[in-house]
């Protein structure tokens, strides 16, 4: 399980990739596919065309991070998004690699306010 701060954002990209694509690649596509700094601190995740393949880049202070997951059974259920990338949340991440299905979850929209009433 991850400990991340709710401040990280999680972009999953939706096209599938070739797990050979190293952190050189992978920081490429996010940049021009994802339109998303990969500098940002924020975690980008890839998955191969079978599903049971997980990769996600991030930056940590002074060098790229690869993180890797293979399922030996099993796929990671992600929804059918039409977008190139989509957001989920650090909670969420942290389900989808425990292995439950984030397709038919249903969940609150976040609430934000500006002050206390």
């Known amino acids: ?50 599903g049971d393949k997980i990769k996600i880049l991030y930056w940590d202070r002074n060098g790229f991070c690869l993180w890797y997951k293979r399922l030996e059974r099993g796929v990671f259920r992600l929804p059918k998004i039409q977008t ?10 942290n389900l989808l690699l425990e292995g439950i299905d984030l397709t038919d979850k249903n969940r609150l929209h976040a609430v934000e306010f500006s002050a206390v009433k």
Do not use: W
Request: glycine letters at 2%; hydrophobic letters at 45%.
């Open 84 to 93: 190139k990338v989509f957001m989920i949340t650090p909670s969420e991440l």
């Open 1 to 50: 399980m991850l400990n991340l701060p709710s401040s990280v954002k999680v972009y999953v990209a939706t096209d599938i990739i070739d797990m050979h694509k190293s952190i050189d690649s992978l920081s490429i596509l996010v940049q021009e596919v994802l339109k998303q700094n990969p500098l940002s601190g924020h975690l980008f995740v890839f998955c191969n065309r079978r």
